[in-house]
């Protein structure tokens, strides 16, 4: 039996829209459970630098959930920092679904593990892998595109509003639906509220995965906000289409570089100060046989160097090539 406990907060400064919450099974993310005892663990489905993930299945109800656990005691903060963000985005059809928070058997409070909506179809990166090995050129088409980041963009522009900043969207953490093909994002590990102050140590790299991170970042700007999202989301759009990463480099400094080479000098030096120069070879990399003008246009509004003029994500669904997703 769950214990019944306080309502998981909302970060400070996120929206609140407990009615949405409630509607959409939000409140449920307040109870607190013994893992052991609730839930048969089946079987490991995945596992990063601070917790693993599994697939199991509720005692009572016999639903199948993912938990993720913490690996270490440090973790155990990380996720409680993670379940307030999951919280925060409750109502969002579009980020998984957090059940509740369960701790483990013993006393040590920081055994602490977060019980999470089961999505069966894998990740959009296993798909992207999946049809490369099948022979696809483009691993989605510029339809099947449209209709995934329309998704995306509307999930993302939801957790914006909720002051909430994923911090690392990719492939590997976007969840497809088996049949439906619905996307949830997933590990909101790194994610943080727009208003919490920004990392005060200076020594420490930045945060986010390689090929994905906004050049603001990859040059050591601590304080970003929505805009490194949507930097990602471009990055997520030009892998569906053209089937490669834009920017496939590990080292930081070398992306820094790709990204140059490949878009060209920015019109604000500024904002890029490297001795690289030439025009932009984005439409080389995504010819127009796989991605129209219109939907170019998105992509490069999504790919602009400075935050400041890079789109919303809300503005992005309101560009033309969003007008036909309907009809997909």
Aim: hydrophobic letters at 40%.
């Amino acid at each position: 039996m769950a214990v019944v406990v306080a309502p998981t907060r909302r970060p400070r400064g996120a929206a609140q829209n407990r009615r949405g919450a409630k509607k959409n099974g939000g409140d449920k993310a307040a109870r607190v459970s013994v893992v052991d005892s609730s839930y048969k663990i089946l079987k490991k489905i995945g596992q990063g630098g601070h917790g693993a993930v599994s697939m199991a299945r509720h005692v009572e109800s016999g639903e199948l959930v993912a938990i993720k656990s913490s690996l270490h005691a440090g973790a155990a903060a990380l996720l409680l920092r993670e379940a307030a963000m999951l919280a925060a985005c409750a109502g969002n059809p579009a980020v998984v679904r957090l059940r509740e928070v369960a701790r483990g058997r013993g006393t040590d409070m920081r055994d602490l593990h977060l019980v999470m909506e089961y999505v069966a179809g894998g990740s959009l990166h296993d798909v992207i892998v999946s049809r490369r090995r099948h022979g696809h050129l483009s691993p989605f088409s510029e339809s099947e595109t449209r209709s995934a980041m329309a998704q995306l963009l509307a999930g993302v522009s939801t957790m914006h509003a909720h002051g909430v900043v994923h911090r690392d969207l990719k492939p590997g953490n976007v969840l497809v639906g088996e049949g439906d093909g619905r996307l949830k994002i997933c590990d909101l590990g790194l994610a943080r509220s727009v208003v919490a102050p920004p990392p005060t140590d200076d020594t420490r790299d930045p945060e986010g995965t390689p090929g994905y991170m906004a050049p603001e970042l990859l040059l050591g700007e601590k304080d970003c906000g929505a805009p490194v999202d949507v930097w990602a989301l471009g990055c997520i759009m030009a892998v569906l289409v053209a089937g490669q990463p834009l920017f496939p480099e590990e080292d930081l400094c070398q992306q820094l570089i790709s990204i140059v080479n490949l878009l060209g000098i920015p019109d604000d030096v500024s904002l890029m100060p490297l001795g690289v120069s030439g025009p932009s070879k984005l439409r080389e990399r995504v010819p127009e046989e796989l991605l129209s003008p219109a939907g170019f246009d998105v992509l490069q509004g999504l790919l602009e160097y400075n935050p400041k003029d890079r789109l919303t994500a809300g503005d992005a669904l309101k560009m033309p090539w969003f007008a036909g997703a309907k009809d997909d």
